[in-house]
Every structure is written in C-alpha cells, then in structure tokens.
C-alpha cells in the first residue's frame, strides 16, 4: 500500500501540525498508510504542545515532486556480475531489453551491457581464455559433472583436433589449460597426468577408470557434454562471466531520487536509451528505458489546514491529492479527479478532525486529544476569537474531558511559550506565520505574531519595518502586513509596508493608522483581515 502524506502549510503552525498528526492517526486507525509531515521548523508553541503530551515531531517534507523512483520502470533489473554471456543475453531477450546493469555480490553497481556490447565482443574478443565458473561451463554445454575441485574456472582454451602424435609429442599441456577432446584415450590421459585445469570431454565419449583415478589425484575438474567438438569451441566462450565484456566504462547512471524533470532535460542531450538506476551506496535498483516511460506513481498526499497551492509544498502539481481537510476559504488548488473535500466554517481545522473521530466511531487517544485541544485552543485564542463556533467549544469540552485538564489554565500556559521571542531574530519573527494571499494578479502576505509584550517589538520598530520592506521588495509582493496580536488585550498593532496606507485605512474604517497602531478586536488573519482585503483590493 502506498505511503500517504499528510502536512498543513509552509509555515506550520499549531493547528496545522497536530491536525497532521491527529488525522493521520484516524486515518491508520481506517486502515490507511499514512505519515504525518512538516513543511518547516515548528514555532515555539507548536514545539512546547508536542513536548507536553510527548509526541514526536514529524519529519519534514521537502518536496512531492515526482522522482525516478515513482516511476515504474525495470525495477530489479540486473544481473551479478558472473552471470555466463549466454544468460544474459538470455534475460535480456526474455525481458525485452538492449541493455543490463551489471552489479557485485553487494549488489553494487559496477557497468551496463547491451546486446550491441555483446555481439561487438564476440566477433572482436579474445575467445581463447575462460574466466568463469563451473556451473556456467555446465550450464552452456548442459554438460555433466564427472569430476569438480574448483568453483572457479580461469584459464587457456584448446581444442585436441591435431594427430595424437602432434599433440603428445609437440604441445606441452599446463595446469591453466582448459583441454576440449573426444574418445582420444592418450590425449586424455597426457592431460590428467599434466593436471590440466579442466577436461571437456565432448560426444559423450567414456572415459577410462585409471584417466579418472589420476585426474582425481592431480585435481583434474572434468565435464562431460553430449555435443560435438565443434559446437563445443563454437558456444563454450559464451559461459565466461558477463563481466568479462565490461569494458569497465561507467555508463550515465541517476540516482532514484533524481527529480523526473530534471531527468528528461539531462537525457535529451545524452541521448542514450538504456540508464541504470542507483540508490544509496552505489546499490543498484534497476533499469530505465527513455521509450518506455508511460506509468507514474505520483506522491499521494492529504492537506490539512490549507488549500492554497501558493502556501503548500514545492511539487503539489506534481502529486496527487486525495483529500483535503480545511477551515479556510476555497482556494486556487485544483484536481484532476473528486476528491473528498472537507471545508468548514469552524474555527480550527481540529475541530472537524474531532467531528471525523466521531463519525467513524473512532476512540481519541489521550496524547491526540491533547494535540488536537491545543490546535483548536490555539487557532481560536482560547476560544475568545470571533471564528470561534459552537463546534469549536464542543470539542474542547469534549477533549479536554478525555485529557483531563483545565483548558483555560493550559491555554496561557501555552501562549506563554509560544509568545516567548526569546533567542528570535527579528527577521524570524516575521517570518514564523507568514501567509501569502493572492487575488487575480495581486499577491500580498500577513504575517501574525502573538505575544504579551508588545513594547518589545516597539522598541525594533524600524527594524521590522525594513524586515517587510525587503520581503515585499524581494518576493514581489504588492504589501505586506505584520499584524502583532496581544492575546490577553484582545487586540493587534498593525506595521504594513510602503504603499499599503489606503488598504490599512479601509480595512480599519480609519482615517489615520500609523505603523503600530493598536485595533481594538481585531484578531483573526482569517476572519477579519483578508476577506475584507479580497472585498477591496482591485
């Protein structure tokens, strides 16, 4: 079963990150394969949740763009490099390939052979030596054992076609000689008594109880085969080891974690058809074949808290999506097939999460509960935001139940290490919870940052003034606002960038709003800030 991922957006933040985990649990829990991830490093509140209900962090998720390993291609294919010549040309024609990785005992890549290397080395090569086995001589001459000592079989090829005479009196036979005779008795003893490496004894002649209680003493290996002498010279070559073709010239390899993208543009200019595919350790996983790319196995993946392309993971096009769990307005991601699509107006994404365990009758965790009270906690200020619903202070009532605690004393607890911009830089600050919107061709981004000491940041003021000025300038953004909510004042300062005053007017219905300005109620991002910024911007 296919691994799905299940992440909120780049920028996570408590809600985001413990729907992830909650509805991933559920989802296991339904019989599913899911994994929880992240798309950035997590905010202090999000990291004091996890560590108060003990729960790991998920890991982060670069991207979900295709790789060759989503591809279904050769997988598997490959062949040790002792393979005969003969078997692999073989399995190459079973397969229908022109081409075969060649990998050690490790399964370590170590070249490629192709039909056209193999034809080329045959006509070309050196076929006068054996560098093989003994099972791959039996196996190409389907041959009988009648005497084995060495696994291994190296050494010098000859065929016993002159006189017995010649042979006996003008050829010195050496213990490397590899020695193809028939029912030539004084040939075959000559050999046993001169330890050849091997006797190939062809037309399945007999051979002599003394020949055989000598070989045996000098460890002489002998095979008999029912062919002829000259089939027997004419294939015997074709049971050296594959490698012994290798011409030891590495070949164009890519890594399975190579993007398929990038892939395509890298092999227009090679322009090679056959390229092996390597993981980690040179461990070689298969074969790709340009002309027979057709099926891809993209990334499943689930969103959570989130369902615009702008704000989720590099690579979403490239993905398929088959759910989205979402709290917010309908965004600009779309699918090429239905997929179950559950939006609400609550005021967490938690909260439907909580409505999907009870559909499904399906028993919260205490360490879940947890998680998913302080995600609804968090996203509604402690259910005092005006995004909060019924739904929402059902759930908690219900989850606080089951983790057994006071939320309003966990929920300060919280915000008082989430608001903490202790060991922050400024720059961080702004960037921990930006959102990026975008209407027609207007893009623009809010970052909110909660905190109980507003002064603190005051005393940066121009500091983080530059900070958005430079984002705004670098990401091409028409403005940015920093919106600084104080959680127990019920309330937000607002910092924009240059050209943003008439905007901040018009939301606020002020004349006048300079950098820092305090807006009584005004807390929600979501709520608040941007539908009526959608209403005006033009």
């Not at 054992?145 to 010195?172: H, K, P, Q, V, W």
């Not at 559950?342 to 005021?347: A, D, E, N, S």
């Not at 959680?487 to 607002?494: A, D, F, L, M, Q």
């Not at 005053?501 to 608040?528: N, T």
Request: hydrophobic residues 35%; charged residues 25%; contains cysteine.
């Amino acid at each position: 079963m296919d691994k799905i991922y299940i992440f909120g957006h780049q920028k996570p933040d408590t809600d985001s990150v413990t729907s992830a985990i909650s509805l991933s649990y559920l989802k296991n829990q339904l019989g599913m394969n899911t994994e929880p991830r992240i798309l950035g490093d997590l905010s202090n509140e999000t990291k004091f949740v996890l560590n108060y209900f003990n729960v790991k962090q998920p890991k982060i998720l670069d991207d979900v763009k295709l790789q060759l390993k989503d591809l279904n291609y050769h997988k598997g294919f490959f062949l040790d490099e002792c393979t005969s010549i003969k078997d692999t040309y073989d399995y190459m024609t079973e397969k229908a390939i022109t081409g075969v990785p060649l990998v050690n005992q490790k399964k370590k890549f170590i070249g490629l052979i192709t039909v056209k290397g193999i034809i080329n080395s045959l006509i070309r090569g050196d076929m006068d030596t054996l560098e093989t086995s003994y099972d791959n001589i039996l196996s190409v001459l389907d041959g009988e054992e009648i005497l084995r000592f060495d696994d291994e079989i190296y050494g010098t090829l000859m065929a016993a076609t002159y006189r017995s005479t010649t042979i006996l009196n003008t050829i010195e036979l050496k213990n490397n000689d590899i020695l193809i005779v028939g029912d030539r008795h004084s040939i075959i003893e000559y050999a046993v008594e001169s330890g050849v490496k091997l006797i190939i004894v062809v037309g399945d002649a007999r051979i002599k109880d003394e020949h055989l209680k000598i070989a045996k003493k000098n460890r002489v290996n002998i095979i008999r085969t029912s062919k002829t002498t000259f089939h027997t010279t004419k294939i015997i070559g074709l049971s050296n080891y594959i490698r012994t073709l290798n011409e030891n010239i590495r070949p164009y390899t890519f890594n399975e974690d190579y993007y398929y993208d990038d892939f395509l543009i890298k092999t227009s200019k090679l322009k090679y058809n056959n390229y092996p595919i390597i993981g980690k350790n040179d461990i070689c996983k298969g074969l790709i074949r340009i002309t027979e790319i057709t099926e891809k196995n993209r990334k499943k993946v689930i969103l959570v808290d989130h369902n615009e392309i702008e704000q989720s993971v590099e690579g979403l096009e490239e993905a398929e999506i088959i759910e989205i769990v979402d709290h917010h307005k309908v965004g600009s991601i779309s699918t090429n097939t239905p997929i179950d699509f559950r939006i609400m107006t609550v005021g967490c994404t938690n909260t439907i999460i909580h409505k999907l365990y009870q559909e499904n009758h399906i028993e919260i965790p205490k360490s879940i509960a947890g998680l998913m009270l302080s995600g609804i906690l968090s996203d509604t200020t402690a259910l005092t935001s005006p995004t909060t619903t019924e739904l929402d202070k059902e759930a908690v009532k219900d989850l606080a139940k089951i983790v057994g605690l006071d939320y309003h004393k966990y929920a300060l607890e919280m915000f008082k290490a989430g608001t903490s911009l202790k060991g922050m830089t400024e720059e961080e600050v702004v960037t921990t919870d930006i959102k990026v919107f975008q209407k027609e061709d207007t893009k623009f981004a809010i970052s909110q940052v909660f905190t109980l000491n507003f002064e603190e940041i005051l005393t940066k003021k121009e500091k983080y003034l530059e900070i958005i000025e430079q984002i705004s300038n670098d990401k091409e953004y028409r403005f940015i606002l920093l919106i600084i909510t104080d959680i127990i004042k019920n309330g937000s300062y607002v910092f924009y960038s240059k050209g943003a005053i008439e905007l901040v007017e018009a939301i606020f219905e002020l004349d006048k709003v300079p950098q820092g300005h305090y807006v009584d109620g005004w807390v929600s991002r979501k709520k608040q800030i941007v539908p009526v910024l959608m209403d005006i911007i033009h």
